[in-house]
């Protein structure tokens, strides 16, 4: 466990048991939130490949054209 680590739960060990479960809840909340969003982006990097490989093609055939103001 690091310094910083070891100095927020030892402040968080100061609070009221209420307030140490809702923080406890939050901590647990946050890092099931940041696996989910690990999880999508991983799964999700194969079709993206796929994406940018069929847009690179169809820019390549003149089949693209401009969107927006880029």
Request: aromatic share 8%; no cysteine; proline share 3%.
């Amino acid at each position: 466990m690091t310094d910083l680590l070891q100095k927020a739960f030892a402040e968080a060990s100061k609070l009221p048991e209420s307030e140490q479960d809702a923080f406890a809840r939050l901590l647990l909340e946050e890092l099931a939130d940041e696996q989910h969003w690990k999880r999508s982006f991983s799964a999700s990097q194969d079709r993206l490949r796929k994406l940018a490989k069929e847009a690179k093609e169809e820019f390549r055939r003149g089949e693209a054209e401009p969107w927006g103001d880029l």
